[in-house]
């Protein structure tokens, strides 16, 4: 089926999901001011693969193109990461290219993303003039292309900015967001017999997803159910904490579980489910499993265990029995085919040609923040640990980034690429000072450490 068939359903899902929290709830915000109005000159192109590119270039071009990577979704052209941010960067006097991507693929246009991207800057040079250095920036799905540029563009490239990237990768993604399906189709829809994988096109997997929360929203109103939710989130690596709503306090597990439901009610398995079936067109088939997962070993190492177990104990049912019933019963296997493909065109952190800064919001409901681990393992395994940073913005929501946040964090990167020193320009307070100095819409820089990401498998 064409890739198109969700139609506004899928557009509604992926803006509903990725929404901003209100910048009244977002903290330290001073009085906005504005960047100045700036000429701007719009150029657009066509690539061979049939992609489009489109570039912004201000009166006062400061010689730094801005390279954007677009997030998961309808292949259009995009140059910035929000409306807000770009106007900021073409105030201070950068460029702003991107591309659309391969535009007759699925919208997980992995395939294509990076030789597009690379082909935009040349297209930009013969229509612009060669930029004196490239920054390449990357926003959820794009963060991963935008990793992949970091590992692969050096010579090209100077330097890598990543906004709430998914730099696990497709291989990783698939699996643990199978794992709370499985769960929620094993323990709240046990009648249901409900497919997972395999979609024949995008209304089967809209379907599941749509009857997956059918079953959470009916979960909710006992606590026995509100225990399996729990347990999904965690295989899930939902975070506790909503937009509109305090963070909930250590330990209270039932403050964590009513906002993971939250999460869940705002339709967060109605995106995953129909971006699955996109996953599986560029890869060929399936690329996930859970033939062989330890369910009780895999709730081990998730940081919301302890919550699972009180609500659990609430309940007064038996943990044991339900990991033990979803480890026996886990029978999906993978196409080994398409697993190979994901893992060529669809992962990213084996190496780094150049410095790589990622912002990630500590509360993601569609790209985990412990994402952000499980790549610098990688990075670190690599040797390449030094030309990494990663910092993070106390906020709810997918991608829910200041403008100043991410101008604050185009700064930083430059200054490496400029001086070869990182200089703790990174670190949470000069963040928030320089983005705080830049007096737009304000910053919640953080110290912070993610978790471990659950996923439990190993792959090449």
Not at 55 to 72: E, I, Q
Request: negative net charge; proline residues 5%; aromatic residues 6%.
């Amino acid at each position: 089926m064409p890739k198109f068939a969700l139609g506004a359903a899928t557009l509604a899902a992926v803006l509903a999901l990725a929404a901003a929290v209100p910048a009244a709830a977002r903290s330290d915000t001073p009085q906005s001011t504005a960047p100045a109005a700036t000429t701007t000159r719009h150029l657009s192109g066509r690539l061979p693969d049939g992609a489009s590119w489109i570039a912004d270039v201000p009166d006062r071009w400061n010689g730094t193109l801005l390279l954007f990577s677009h997030g998961y979704g309808p292949t259009t052209a995009q140059d910035a990461p929000s409306p807000a941010a770009g106007q900021a960067l073409l105030a201070e006097g950068y460029a702003l290219a991107g591309s659309s991507y391969d535009p007759n693929g699925p919208w997980w246009a992995l395939e294509s993303a990076e030789r597009d991207q690379l082909a935009t800057r040349e297209a930009f040079a013969a229509a612009a003039g060669r930029p004196v250095r490239t920054l390449s920036v990357g926003q959820s799905m794009g963060g991963l292309v935008n990793a992949q540029l970091a590992r692969d563009a050096g010579g090209v490239l100077d330097g890598a900015l990543g906004l709430c990237g998914l730099v696990a990768g497709g291989v990783d993604l698939g699996n643990y967001q199978l794992d709370a399906e499985y769960t929620i189709a094993s323990l709240l829809a046990p009648d249901e017999h409900l497919e997972l994988v395999d979609f024949a096109d995008q209304d089967a997997a809209a379907a599941t997803a749509a009857r997956l929360t059918v079953a959470v929203e009916r979960a909710q109103t006992t606590p026995a159910g509100r225990a399996r939710i729990a347990l999904a989130a965690a295989y899930l690596n939902l975070p506790g904490w909503a937009p509109g709503q305090n963070a909930p306090a250590p330990g209270d597990a039932e403050g964590q579980e009513a906002q993971q439901y939250s999460w869940f009610a705002q339709g967060v398995l109605s995106f995953i489910g129909p971006a699955r079936y996109s996953v599986e067109q560029s890869a060929g088939g399936n690329a996930s499993w859970n033939a062989g997962v330890d369910y009780a070993g895999l709730l081990r190492s998730s940081e919301h265990a302890d919550q699972v177990r009180t609500l659990y104990r609430t309940a007064g049912l038996d943990l044991r029995a339900d990991l033990t019933a979803l480890t026996r019963g886990a029978r999906v296997h993978a196409d080994p085919q398409a697993v190979r493909r994901l893992e060529r065109t669809s992962t990213a952190g084996q190496g780094l040609t150049m410095p790589l800064l990622n912002l990630h919001t500590t509360s993601d409901q569609l790209v985990p923040v412990q994402q952000e681990n499980a790549f610098a393992a990688r990075v670190r395994a690599a040797g390449d640990g030094a030309l990494l940073r990663q910092a993070y913005v106390a906020r709810q929501g997918h991608c829910n980034f200041t403008a100043a946040e991410v101008v604050a964090g185009v700064h930083a990167l430059e200054h490496r690429v400029t001086t070869g020193r990182w200089d703790g320009g990174t670190a949470p307070a000069a963040l928030q000072r320089a983005a705080l100095a830049l007096h737009l819409d304000g910053a919640a820089f953080t110290p912070y450490r993610p978790t471990r990401l659950v996923v439990g498998r190993r792959h090449t």
